[in-house]
């Protein structure tokens, strides 16, 4: 069956890094766009970062509050997507959950509805 699975997850200080995967399988993982997306408590879940499949991956995008910070990339011969963090902050604190969208090759696609699978997420937790 298909699963998507998060690592990486943590307790970090105010401009430390991590370091999320997210393993994917039950799929053919080099056909399908990845998603990053968040949630804190009491907050609805919003788009971190992207990438498309064309060209493994040709397209990305973030979200305005991480870029810069963030980069998303994904490795099809380990059906794995990584998101490096960088320079995080405690606004950065909540559960973080990767997605799977079978969508146009070049499509990285911002919106939660768009994506069909969903990981389980790992915690993030940046302390100031």
């Known amino acids: 069956q298909v699963q998507l699975v998060e690592s990486g997850g943590g307790l970090v200080q105010a401009g430390g890094s991590l370091r999320l995967s997210c393993l994917a399988s039950?799929?053919?993982?080099?056909?399908?766009?990845m998603g990053w997306f968040r949630q804190a408590p009491g907050k609805e879940r919003e788009f971190v970062a992207a990438?498309?499949?064309?060209?493994?991956?040709?397209?990305?995008n973030y979200a305005d509050s991480v870029k810069g910070r963030f980069t998303i990339s994904r490795d099809n011969a380990k059906n794995t997507v990584y998101l490096q963090m960088n320079s995080l902050k405690p606004e950065d604190t909540a559960g973080y959950y990767c997605?799977?969208?079978?969508?146009?090759?070049?499509?990285?696609?911002?919106?939660?509805?768009?994506?069909?699978?969903w990981g389980q997420g790992t915690q993030v937790t940046v302390s100031s």
């Open positions: 997605a799977a969208n079978r969508r146009g090759p070049w499509v990285a696609s911002v919106l939660r509805g768009e994506y069909d699978y």
């Open positions: 039950g799929f053919t993982f080099s056909i399908y766009g």
């Open positions: 990438i498309s499949w064309g060209g493994g991956g040709g397209t990305t």
